[in-house]
């Protein structure tokens, strides 16, 4: 329940940045999920639901945005988007890699309903 502690700590951000007065007018929590963050997104809202049910937040939907896997690679600068996470550059096989994107998990945007 790997998720339920990160829907947790979301719910956090939320309310950081919105007043006492907002959160109950929040319609939706844009979140953004790499595809090398270990997130099951279907679970992150799951329990995003289940733990905003009833609360100041109960009419908020989190949206998730997938943000694809993304490589550079060091040696000959190729840089790759793979829907499989690799740590090797697919074209020298070099392994002095950097995440260019791919591992965030993060509160995008708020949508609070007008009045
Ligand atoms: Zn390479």
Known sequence: ?????LAQ???????QNVTADELTKVREVIVEVGAFSGVVADSLKFSFEAITSGTELNDAVMTIVDIPFCLKCNDCGNETSTEIPMLLCSICGSS???ILSGDELRVKELKIAEE
Not at 1 to 5: I, P, Q, R, T
Not at 9 to 15: D, G, P, S, Y
């Open 96 to 98: 002095n890699t950097q």
């Open 1 to 5: 329940m790997h998720e339920l502690s």
């Open 9 to 15: 700590n979301i719910i956090e951000t939320v309310k």
